[in-house]
């Protein structure tokens, strides 16, 4: 017979390991993070490696966009974009723990905290890198390791309304930092019959989120 003593030991062993292999799961847990156009030519190398395949700095697939750095661009509506000369559709995913442990950032159109000589404002959504960066550590994060986030551009073409856009610095791409994996799709219809929901990207906490 198991003594009071001994069960009460064995409940809280096991409680433990519960909430161990609970974490364990949620760190390992996948989420759909934003989607993205690509070349057909680096459509078919993600498909091979399964996973978003970027080493340069400057990233061409976003043409359109307010432009908020060099590094990888992905937006929150699917085929948000349209594909343009043979150009193919990609979902990226990461694993969860590590992108609720990512620091994040709103970028804004300009801010008061980022001035010319003249005292008027610099605007930030024109890729001035120099500028970002100087507006990314007045909040108190590191350019390199923070995830950006803001509006998109989405005037002028065929594209969703309201369309939200991240940047992932290249180095936490390459160093494979949160755990992404990537699919791509040749056409749209392919892409939306898997993913057809458009992503809050409101469930983070994103340092001057002006829709918190």
């Given at each position: 017979m198991m003594l009071l003593s001994q069960?009460?030991?064995f409940c809280s062993i096991l409680l433990a390991a519960s909430v161990l292999l609970g974490g364990a799961l949620a760190a390992h847990r996948r989420e759909t993070i934003g989607f993205r156009t690509v070349s057909q030519s680096e459509a078919v190398l993600i498909n091979e490696f399964k996973r978003p395949i970027k080493i340069l700095q400057k990233d061409i697939?976003?043409?359109?966009?307010?432009?908020?750095?060099?590094?990888?661009?992905?937006?929150?509506?699917?085929?948000g974009y349209q594909a343009l000369n043979g150009d193919w559709y990609c979902v990226v995913e990461a694993e969860s723990g590590k992108m609720e442990d990512a620091r994040k950032v709103w970028i804004?159109?300009?801010h008061e905290s980022?001035?010319?000589?003249?005292?008027?404002?610099?605007?930030?959504?024109?890729?001035?890198?120099?500028?970002?960066?100087?507006?990314?550590?007045?909040v108190g994060l590191n350019p390199r390791r923070a995830l950006r986030f803001s509006d998109a551009d989405s005037s002028g073409f065929d594209a969703a309304p309201d369309i939200k856009?991240?940047?992932?610095?290249?180095?936490?791409?390459?160093?494979?930092d949160l755990g992404?994996?990537?699919k791509c799709y040749e056409t749209e219809e392919e892409?939306?019959?898997f993913f057809s929901d458009v992503l809050?990207?409101?469930g983070w906490e994103i340092t001057n989120d002006p829709r918190q």
């Open positions: 069960y009460t030991k697939g976003v043409e359109f966009a307010n432009k908020i750095g060099e590094g990888y661009y992905l937006i929150n509506v699917p085929a804004p159109a300009s980022v001035t010319r000589e003249d005292g008027t404002e610099k605007d930030l959504w024109t890729g001035d890198e120099e500028a970002i960066e100087e507006y990314i550590k007045a856009q991240m940047f992932i610095p290249i180095g936490m791409v390459n160093r494979v992404l994996t990537a892409l939306k019959y809050a990207w409101t």
